[in-house]
């Protein structure tokens, strides 16, 4: 057996497919306005119809939580140091089970450790890259947060550790603060599986290391970060698409953490730049 992902298909078409992988703690409906305006602004540039699909990660949405025999070895602390490299492996399974040998991989915060994994473990896969509000760097000390989230999600079988993610804090965007997205991201996370709340955090806290990859990426790639991203601004995304040789960096001023929720439109633009870089390459 393999991690089973569960597929959500916006759009068929020629070429390689755009797979956007979602954050923490939602699934691909995070991706559902910036897909359309992706497909909408492609189709008037009379870009041809390219496939863009959205899995729900592993333990979101409709994809089932991985067995412990799936997810691999588990640390001392509950972490399990190989399901990132699983998960990725299980991303490209989705592709080739399809007949594609490569894609298109745009990844938002937890969904960019699985792109860039994906980058180190079968770079032959990637046609270009979309790195939005992520790091390469692993948690450190820094990370032990998560597996307290996981740790009560999972004692209390209940989404409220992680409903934080849907209320504004200081310094947060403007969209951040309407009422429209705190709706939204409530009712998206009232929806989660608080077992696959937990088991994505226990995958992310033991992801290796992964520094090094940015420097081996030459496919075309994109780099977006909200400039009050508390984790992924600026000043630590614009150093990580310094290192790629083909990187463009978009930043986005009022935009926090979800970019492609907080300012579809301005990410689907970077999106289309980057497909017809890919389709030019």
């Known amino acids: 057996m393999a991690i089973e992902l569960a597929n959500h298909i916006y759009r068929d078409g020629e070429g390689v497919p755009v797979v956007l992988m979602n954050a923490y703690p939602v699934d691909h409906r995070m991706w559902d306005v910036c897909a359309k305006a992706l497909a909408d602004f492609a189709d008037l540039e009379d870009v041809p119809p390219f496939p863009i699909w959205a899995p729900d990660m592993a333990g979101s949405g409709e994809s089932p939580v991985p067995s412990e025999a799936d997810s691999g070895p588990r640390m001392a602390n509950g972490a399990y140091s190989e399901a990132l490299d699983r998960l990725a492996d299980a991303y490209v399974d989705l592709i080739k089970a399809a007949g594609y040998e490569q894609a298109i991989w745009v990844g938002l915060s937890m969904g960019g450790y699985v792109a860039m994994d ?3 473990r079968h770079p032959e896969t990637v046609a270009g890259l979309a790195l939005c509000d ?4 692993s948690d450190g000390v820094g ?19 992680v409903m934080h993610f849907a209320r504004p804090a200081e310094g947060d965007s403007t969209v951040k603060r309407t009422p429209e ?5 409530t009712a998206w996370i009232e929806e989660q599986n608080p077992a696959g709340l937990a ?6 806290y033991g992801r290796p290391d992964m520094s090094d990859v940015p420097a081996t990426i030459s496919v075309p790639t994109v780099v977006v970060s909200g400039e009050q991203d508390p984790s992924s601004n600026p000043s630590v995304l614009k150093p ?3 290192k790629i040789a083909d990187a463009e960096f978009v930043d986005i001023p009022d935009c926090g953490h979800f970019s492609a929720v907080e300012h579809p439109d301005t990410v689907a633009r970077a999106l289309l730049s980057l497909v017809k870089r890919v389709q030019q390459h």
């Open 118 to 120: 994906i980058q180190r």
């Open 134 to 137: 992520t790091m390469a760097a």
């Open 143 to 161: 990370g032990e947060g998560r597996l307290t989230m996981a740790n009560a999600a999972e004692q209390t079988n209940s989404v409220e550790p």
């Open 181 to 185: 997205f705190i709706e939204t991201m």
């Open 199 to 204: 088991w994505r955090q226990r995958m992310t």
């Open 240 to 242: 990580l698409a310094e």
